[in-house]
């Protein structure tokens, strides 16, 4: 965000004067990855400044949105594209904390397989049940 937004203010001006000599052209913004998610938010800062003149067309974009603001998105001219199975645009706080209490799960199982098998718990077996949210 702030990255977007620092881009917003330092090339508004500048932007300004070039398309105010060019009346029919447009902004086209892209990036990828991190900068993908920085392009797609300075389009959607510069939206209502510019209106249709700007769109963004992201690769990889990391989820810099939530889910309305993204599916609303698409109508203010940002596309994203995404190949296969990248995890970048599939990473957010949910699936992060999703992933992070499945590995903690499985890591409590695989050490009370292991307690099992040699004859008792240890600490850190019932300090890992603890922490793995079921």
Known sequence: WRAASSLASQLREPLERLLDARPGHQVLITGH???AGVACLLC???RPWLGERVRAV?????QVLDLD????AGGLGVTTV????????????CSAEALT????RAAA???????????????????????APE
Request: charged content about 25%; hydrophobic content about 45%.
């Open 44 to 46: 959607l800062l510069w």
């Open 58 to 62: 992201g690769f990889a974009t990391p």
């Open 109 to 131: 199982e695989r050490r009370r397989a292991r307690a099992g098998e040699a004859g008792g718990a240890t600490e850190a077996d019932t300090v890992g049940a603890r922490v």
């Open 82 to 93: 995404i190949v296969g199975s990248d995890v970048v645009p599939r990473l957010s706080l």
């Open 101 to 104: 209490a499945c590995v903690a």
């Open 33 to 35: 990855s991190l900068g």
């Open 69 to 72: 603001s993204a599916r609303r």
